[in-house]
Every structure is written in structure tokens, then in C-alpha cells.
């Protein structure tokens, strides 16, 4: 995933002069996971920006530097940190176009590693993507492979709207194909990452990993999931979803972050709404523990949605 | 005096133009508030209509301004259409915003006036990231940025200057310090009291201090803050002592300050003293500034008129403008 994301950002850095980087610790220390490791001896400290630790500020640039003609490209350390900076996201970047009558354009791409796992605890490990998913004028992408990372980023830095790029930071180290030519990956497209016809399972990031550990585990039993992966989390793409709940008549939802309000609670609504009579039960919903993200190893995990957790809730829901 | 001596008549008159545009503008949109046509939060700029004029009477056309929701006075001082301006604040379509944004946001790309930030110190980095870009393509513009002394409390304050500062922007920071962040008056709120200086210093850069009642002293400052932010010698910051006339916004008793202090301020209306300067040494004829009144009251009738007559937006405008 690293080495996808990178060539992504050089493709971009290459093809477009008014193309930066911006973030904290991304020039001389290679960013905080490494994903921008030696650009600052290949661009030079005014394309990849070393900034203050001034969250708001720098954001707010980047996104005035954006209406102003560049095509910055933003790194937060973590999206736990991205909570000081909501105010010029929100309230300019993913507003001034409308507040100004479609005056202005703002083509800011921001990546924010995201997620928990690694035991960084409650400041460091809360996911926000969901709430950001819930912004009218922002795009918000969450991939799981190589494939679709660099995908994703190339179809956000042809997008003139702020595009959000959630990074589960356990993927980092994820291997997977990515061919030579320049594929995109659109925005607003869900993936079948598995054909099956028994139950859809619906996930994000590394909520599919989990999923194909559910199909797994299924399979053993002669089950057949079918596995989606959202990848755009806005806009939704719920025809994908729909079609396969049409097939296999039952769903499980697994998400990684709170389970209140988080994302799957969205797409659980919509499926209640567009696809009450295509399912057999309830919709199994599966999320995070509503809880702070605790310190200790197995305290994480235990808070954190695994296959069998899903399991239970499938076999609670559907009997199966 | 010699500063008013070697200015253009012609410049004098329009300066004066445009402080009675903005006076008549925001008295006109306080009667049509009581009425109910102007509606939300109205914020007016009486009493400081010499630093918007005065400020962006020295930049050029491909210099950015930024402001926060108290701008009226420097949307109209920038040449927006007063027409289109007097049309947001009644919520039509013909708006600077298309009727979406209203007083606190008048946008108007076409020259360069970037709003219209109605979180208070939200709009600081905005005027950062305008200035990178500039820096950034060579650009030969610099950004003036209004603000408040309420927003000096902010982080995104003390985060902008310091950013400026570093990579040397282009910006000039305008504080149009009128003594009260709502009812607060600096002193109640602020460490340091009214005393700007060191919020300057600390960011490396000097602060300028002006009268903001004084058209000409607001112009040589601003000049001379232009100069050096365009040379490269990064932001400036200037001070300017101000004062508005009337509540912070029409939902304002001003029950926080006295009756004398606003009279004391209203001797110094740049209103009255400007003209009378005028006159006084022969610069500009009172018939003249007479001419100018009557023309201006006229434009303004003409700008509310336009705004009743135009259209409502239609509801497919609600989905329009998210995204590009
Ligand atoms: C983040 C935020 N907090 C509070 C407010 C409410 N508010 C609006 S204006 C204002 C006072 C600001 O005063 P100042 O910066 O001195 O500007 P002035 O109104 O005097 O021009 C306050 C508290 C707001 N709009 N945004
Ligand atoms: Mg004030």
C-alpha cells in the first residue's frame, strides 16, 4: 500500500508544477508512517512543506491555497488530529463554494491515516472518517489494497472538490497487484471483492480484511459470502449493495469504528429504506465497542469487530 | 495636511465617495432590517468606514482581501456591485452569493474578495493559503486581511502569524481595533489588555499603529505595510484605532459602554472631519461633496430597488454549488 500510495504522489508531484505536499514532519523526517520517506531530496522543502504543528492553520492554508490556484495535497499525522482542523475543513473547504454561489473551486486532496490496532490508545486512534462522510461538498475514500489506493488517488487529484483519504494505518504494509498502466478507481463506486450468493458482507478498510475472514470461516460450512468493499464512503454507492442483497437476501455490516452513528448505521438505514423487502431478517449490523479506544493489547482487540464476532451476529440474525 | 496637499482632488472626492457609499449602504440596511427585509445577523460598519476605504484604496486589482463578517464596508470599498450586494443581503438569486451566503458571506471572485468568515479568526489561514499561492507561482499580489481585536484571542491568529512569518508571506494583517469583541472590551478578555504591540513582536513583526478615523493615515500605512510584503520581506501588521458607532449587531443593546465614550468617538467621525477637511483648505468644494451625496443616496435607492425587484432563487438552487 506504502509503495501505491507513493507512486501516486510522485506521478502527481511530476505531472503538475503547482502540485504540493503539506504536513507535519513530511520533508526532513519522511512523515510520521514513512509514506513520503526521501521526497524532500527529490522536490525540495517548497513542494514537500514541513509545517508547524498548527492543525487549523495549515489545513486552512492549504485549502486557501487551493481556491487560490495550487493543488495542494495534505498529510495529517492522524486523523485524531484532524478534530482541530474541522473548522476550515468544514466550515470553508467543504462550504465557500456553496456559500458563494459556486465562486470558488478547492482542489485539496487530504490523507489522513486512521484507524486502530496498534495500540496508540484513546487520543490516537479514533476514526473519523465517518463523521467527514457526512459533510455535503466533501468526497471521502477509504481504500483496503494497493489496487485501489492508488486508484482512489488518482481520481481525487483530478477532482476540483476536497477529497478525503481515510488510511487505515494497518494497511500500510499491505501487498497486493497493482499494474503499470494509469487505471483510476472512480469515486462512488463499491467493489465485489468476492462473489458469493448466501450473505452480502459489507466493510471498509480493514473491516474487509475482517470480511474475508468471515467468508473464510463461512465457507468451511458451505456458505458462499459475498464480499463488498464501500471504498467511497461519500458519495455511497448503495446500488452495488442493493444488487447483492437482491441475490443473497441477507447482509452483514462490519465496521471497525463506534458502532453509534458510525458509518455502517447510514448504510443500514438506506438498506432499511431501499431494500426492506429483499432481505430474509434484520440487517447484522457489527461495530467497534463504544468506548474510548483503551491502551492494552487485549483490550483493543477486544473492542475491535473479529470474524467471530461477525459470525455470531450471522448466525443470531439468519441462523446460518 | 501635506500628505492631503499632494493627493489628487480627484482622489480625495472619491475617497469621500466611497465612505458615504458604505455610511448610506448600512444606515439603509438598518432601517430594512427593522422592516424585515434584511434578515439572519446584520453587522454594521458605521463609524469605521475610513479603514476599508482607506486600506484597499492603495492595493491593485490582483491583490486578495479577505474579511470576516462585519463586511459590508470592505465589500463595497473592493467595487463590488452594490447592486448584487444590497440583492445577498436580501437572500435573491441575483447576490454576490446567489442568496446563499448573505451579510456575513459576500463573495465576489471577479475581484478577488474572498469573503465574508463568519467564525471569528477562521478566515486567517485562508489569507495564508491565498498568499502561499501567490508566493508559490511568483505572483506579484499580496493579501490584506481584516479582523477584529476579538479574534486576536484565537489560535488560528497566533497559528497565521506565525506561518506567515516563517515562509515570509505576502499578507498584511489589518486589525481594525473598534475596542469591543461584542460586549467585551479588549481589556476584559485579553492578557495584554488593548496593547497590541506584542502580539506582533512575537511573530517577529512590528506593529504599525494608526487612526483609523483618518482615510489618509490609513492610506500611508497601508501603503507602506504593501510595500514590504511585496518586496518579500514577509507579513505586516497594522494596528488601526477604530470605532463602531452602533451595536456590535442589530440584536445589541450596547448595554456594556457609556454614553460619553461613543460621543467622544463621534467627534472623530470620519464623516465630518474628513469633508470639513475638504472644504476647509479648498480642496474639494462643498458643492461638490453636496454632488456626491446626492449621487451616492441615489445609488443606493437604485440598489434597494434592485434587490426587491429581483427574483427569490428558484429551489433547484438548494443542490446546486456543493461540488465543483
Ligand atoms: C468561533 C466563533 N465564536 C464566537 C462567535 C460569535 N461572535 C461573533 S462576532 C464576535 C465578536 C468578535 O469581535 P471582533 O473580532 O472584535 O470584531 P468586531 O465585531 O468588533 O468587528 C463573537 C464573539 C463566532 N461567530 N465565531
Ligand atoms: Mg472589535
Same mark, same amino acid.
Given at each position: 500500500?506504502?509503495?501505491?500510495?507513493?507512486?501516486?504522489?510522485?506521478?502527481? +508531484?511530476?505531472?503538475?508544477?503547482?502540485?504540493?505536499?503539506?504536513?507535519?514532519?513530511?520533508?526532513?523526517?519522511?512523515?510520521?508512517?514513512?509514506?513520503?520517506?526521501?521526497?524532500?531530496?527529490?522536490?525540495?522543502?517548497?513542494?514537500?512543506?514541513?509545517?508547524?504543528?498548527?492543525?487549523?492553520?495549515?489545513?486552512?492554508?492549504?485549502?486557501?491555497?487551493?481556491?487560490?490556484?495550487? *493543488?495542494?495535497?495534505?498529510?495529517?499525522?492522524?486523523?485524531?488530529?484532524?478534530?482541530? @482542523?474541522?473548522?476550515?475543513?468544514?466550515?470553508?473547504?467543504? @462550504?465557500? *463554494?456553496?456559500?458563494?454561489?459556486?465562486?470558488?473551486?478547492?482542489?485539496?486532496?487530504?490523507?489522513?491515516?486512521?484507524?486502530?490496532?496498534?495500540?496508540?490508545?484513546?487520543?490516537?486512534?479514533?476514526?473519523?472518517?465517518?463523521?467527514?462522510?457526512?459533510?455535503?461538498?466533501?468526497?471521502?475514500? @477509504?481504500?483496503?489494497?494497493?489496487?485501489?489506493?492508488?486508484?482512489?488517488?488518482?481520481?481525487?487529484?483530478?477532482?476540483?472538490?476536497?477529497?478525503?483519504?481515510?488510511?487505515?494505518?494497518?494497511?500500510?504494509?499491505?501487498?497486493?497487484?497493482?499494474?503499470?498502466?494509469?487505471?483510476?478507481?472512480?469515486?462512488?463506486?463499491?467493489?465485489?471483492?468476492?462473489?458469493?450468493?448466501?450473505?452480502? +458482507?459489507?466493510?471498509?478498510?480493514?473491516?474487509?480484511?475482517?470480511?474475508?475472514?468471515?467468508?473464510?470461516?463461512?465457507?468451511?460450512?458451505?456458505?458462499?459470502?459475498?464480499?463488498?468493499?464501500?471504498?467511497?464512503?461519500?458519495?455511497?454507492?448503495?446500488?452495488?449493495?442493493?444488487?447483492?442483497?437482491?441475490?443473497?437476501?441477507?447482509?452483514?455490516?462490519?465496521?471497525?469504528?463506534?458502532?453509534?452513528?458510525?458509518?455502517?448505521?447510514?448504510?443500514?438505514?438506506?438498506?432499511?429504506?431501499?431494500?426492506?423487502?429483499?432481505?430474509?431478517?434484520?440487517?447484522?449490523?457489527?461495530?467497534?465497542?463504544?468506548?474510548?479506544?483503551?491502551?492494552?493489547?487485549? +483490550?483493543?482487540?477486544?473492542?475491535?469487530?473479529?470474524?467471530?464476532?461477525?459470525?455470531?451476529?450471522?448466525?443470531?440474525?439468519?441462523?446460518? | 495636511?501635506?500628505?492631503?496637499?499632494?493627493?489628487?482632488?480627484?482622489?480625495?472626492?472619491?475617497?469621500? %465617495?466611497?465612505?458615504?457609499?458604505? %455610511?448610506?449602504?448600512?444606515?439603509?440596511?438598518?432601517?430594512?432590517?427593522?422592516?424585515?427585509?434584511?434578515?439572519?445577523?446584520?453587522?454594521?460598519?458605521?463609524?469605521?468606514?475610513?479603514?476599508?476605504?482607506?486600506?484597499?484604496?492603495?492595493?491593485?486589482?490582483?491583490?486578495?482581501? !479577505?474579511?470576516?463578517?462585519?463586511?459590508?464596508?470592505?465589500?463595497?470599498? %473592493?467595487?463590488?456591485?452594490?447592486?448584487?450586494?444590497?440583492?445577498?443581503?436580501?437572500?435573491?438569486?441575483?447576490?454576490?452569493?446567489?442568496?446563499?451566503?448573505?451579510?456575513?458571506?459576500?463573495?465576489?471572485?471577479?475581484?478577488?474578495?474572498?469573503?465574508?468568515?463568519?467564525?471569528?479568526?477562521?478566515?486567517?489561514?485562508? &489569507?495564508?493559503?491565498?498568499?502561499?499561492?501567490?508566493?508559490?507561482?511568483?505572483?506579484?499580489? !499580496?493579501?490584506?486581511?481584516?479582523?477584529?481585536?476579538?479574534?486576536?484571542?484565537?489560535?488560528?491568529?497566533?497559528?497565521?502569524?506565525?506561518?506567515?512569518?516563517?515562509? %515570509?508571506?505576502?499578507?498584511?494583517?489589518?486589525?481594525?481595533?473598534?475596542?469591543?469583541?461584542?460586549?467585551?472590551?479588549?481589556?476584559? !478578555?485579553?492578557?495584554?489588555?488593548?496593547?497590541?504591540?506584542?502580539?506582533?513582536?512575537?511573530?517577529?513583526?512590528?506593529?504599525?499603529?494608526?487612526?483609523?478615523?483618518?482615510?489618509?493615515?490609513?492610506?500611508?500605512?497601508?501603503?507602506?505595510?504593501?510595500?514590504?510584503?511585496?518586496?518579500?520581506?514577509?507579513?505586516?501588521?497594522?494596528?488601526?484605532?477604530?470605532?463602531?458607532?452602533?451595536?456590535?449587531?442589530? &440584536?445589541?443593546?450596547?448595554?456594556?459602554?457609556?454614553?460619553?465614550?461613543?460621543?467622544?468617538?463621534?467627534?472623530?467621525?470620519?464623516?465630518?472631519?474628513?469633508?470639513?477637511?475638504?472644504?476647509?483648505?479648498?480642496? !474639494?468644494?462643498?458643492?461638490?461633496?453636496?454632488?456626491?451625496?446626492?449621487?451616492?443616496?441615489?445609488?443606493?435607492?437604485?440598489?434597494?430597488?434592485?434587490?426587491?425587484?429581483?427574483?427569490?432563487?428558484?429551489?433547484?438552487?438548494?443542490?446546486?454549488?456543493?461540488?465543483?
Amino acid at each position: 500500500m506504502r509503495e501505491a500510495l507513493q507512486r501516486g504522489l510522485r506521478e502527481a +508531484l511530476d505531472g503538475n508544477p503547482n502540485v504540493y505536499l503539506m504536513g507535519e514532519d513530511i520533508g526532513a523526517y519522511g512523515g510520521a508512517y514513512a509514506i513520503t520517506a526521501g521526497f524532500i531530496d527529490e522536490y525540495g522543502p517548497e513542494r514537500i512543506r514541513d509545517v508547524p504543528i498548527s492543525e487549523n492553520t495549515f489545513v486552512g492554508a492549504a485549502i486557501g491555497s487551493a481556491i487560490g490556484g495550487l *493543488r495542494p495535497i495534505v498529510e495529517f499525522m492522524s486523523i485524531s488530529f484532524s478534530l482541530l @482542523a474541522f473548522d476550515q475543513m468544514i466550515n470553508i473547504g467543504a @462550504a465557500i *463554494r456553496y456559500m458563494s454561489g459556486g465562486q470558488f473551486k478547492v482542489p485539496i486532496v487530504i490523507r489522513a491515516p486512521t484507524g486502530s490496532g496498534i495500540q496508540l490508545a484513546a487520543t490516537h486512534s479514533h476514526a473519523f472518517e465517518n463523521w467527514l462522510a457526512s459533510v455535503p461538498g466533501f468526497r471521502v475514500v @477509504a481504500p483496503t489494497t494497493p489496487y485501489d489506493a492508488l486508484g482512489l488517488l488518482r481520481s481525487a487529484l483530478a477532482e476540483d472538490n476536497p477529497v478525503i483519504m481515510a488510511e487505515h494505518v494497518s494497511l500500510y504494509g499491505r501487498r497486493g497487484e497493482v499494474p503499470d498502466d494509469r487505471y483510476t478507481v472512480p469515486i462512488g463506486k463499491a467493489d465485489v471483492k468476492l462473489a458469493g450468493s448466501d450473505i452480502t +458482507l459489507v466493510a471498509f478498510a480493514h473491516g474487509v480484511v475482517t470480511a474475508f475472514e468471515v467468508a473464510d470461516k463461512l465457507k468451511e460450512r458451505g456458505i458462499a459470502a459475498e464480499v463488498i468493499d464501500l471504498r467511497s464512503l461519500r458519495p455511497l454507492d448503495m446500488d452495488t449493495i442493493l444488487k447483492s442483497i437482491a441475490k443473497t437476501n441477507r447482509v452483514a455490516l462490519i465496521d471497525d469504528n463506534w458502532r453509534t452513528g458510525g458509518m455502517m448505521a447510514e448504510v443500514s438505514a438506506q438498506i432499511s429504506e431501499q431494500g426492506f423487502d429483499l432481505l430474509d431478517g434484520p440487517v447484522a449490523r457489527v461495530g467497534g465497542d463504544d468506548v474510548p479506544a483503551p491502551y492494552s493489547r487485549p +483490550l483493543e482487540q477486544l473492542v475491535i469487530p473479529d470474524s467471530d464476532r461477525v459470525i455470531q451476529a450471522i448466525q443470531k440474525t439468519y441462523g446460518i | 495636511m501635506k500628505v492631503l496637499e499632494r493627493a489628487k482632488k480627484t482622489l480625495l472626492a472619491d475617497l469621500f %465617495r466611497q465612505m458615504y457609499l458604505i %455610511r448610506v449602504f448600512e444606515e439603509k440596511c438598518g432601517e430594512l432590517y427593522g422592516k424585515g427585509l434584511i434578515r439572519g445577523f446584520l453587522h454594521l460598519y458605521i463609524g469605521q468606514e475610513a479603514n476599508a476605504v482607506g486600506a484597499i484604496s492603495v492595493l491593485r486589482p490582483e491583490d486578495h482581501i !479577505v474579511t470576516h463578517y462585519r463586511d459590508h464596508g470592505h465589500a463595497l470599498a %473592493r467595487g463590488l456591485d452594490v447592486n448584487r450586494c444590497m440583492a445577498e443581503l436580501f437572500g435573491r438569486a441575483t447576490g454576490v452569493s446567489r442568496g446563499k451566503g448573505g451579510s456575513m458571506h459576500l463573495f465576489d471572485a471577479s475581484r478577488n474578495f474572498y469573503g465574508g468568515h463568519a467564525i471569528v479568526g477562521g478566515h486567517f489561514p485562508l &489569507a495564508c493559503g491565498l498568499a502561499l499561492a501567490a508566493q508559490y507561482k511568483r505572483e506579484d499580489r !499580496v493579501v490584506l486581511v481584516f479582523f477584529g481585536d476579538g479574534s486576536v484571542n484565537q489560535g488560528t491568529f497566533h497559528e497565521a502569524m506565525n506561518l506567515a512569518s516563517l515562509w %515570509r508571506l505576502p499578507v498584511i494583517f489589518y486589525l481594525e481595533n473598534n475596542l469591543y469583541g461584542m460586549g467585551s472590551a479588549a481589556g476584559r !478578555v485579553r492578557a495584554a489588555g488593548s496593547d497590541f504591540q506584542g502580539a506582533g513582536h512575537a511573530y517577529g513583526m512590528d506593529v504599525v499603529t494608526v487612526d483609523g478615523m483618518d482615510v489618509m493615515a490609513v492610506r500611508e500605512a497601508t501603503q507602506a505595510a504593501a510595500e514590504r510584503a511585496r518586496s518579500g520581506k514577509g507579513p505586516a501588521f497594522i494596528e488601526a484605532k477604530t470605532f463602531r458607532f452602533q451595536g456590535h449587531s442589530m &440584536a445589541d443593546p450596547v448595554k456594556y459602554r457609556g454614553h460619553s465614550e461613543v460621543e467622544h468617538w463621534r467627534k472623530r467621525d470620519p464623516l465630518v472631519t474628513f469633508p470639513r477637511t475638504l472644504v476647509e483648505n479648498g480642496l !474639494v468644494p462643498e458643492k461638490e461633496l453636496d454632488r456626491i451625496r446626492k449621487e451616492v443616496e441615489a445609488t443606493i435607492d437604485e440598489a434597494i430597488k434592485f434587490a426587491e425587484d429581483s427574483p427569490w432563487p428558484g429551489p433547484e438552487a438548494v443542490n446546486e454549488d456543493i461540488y465543483a
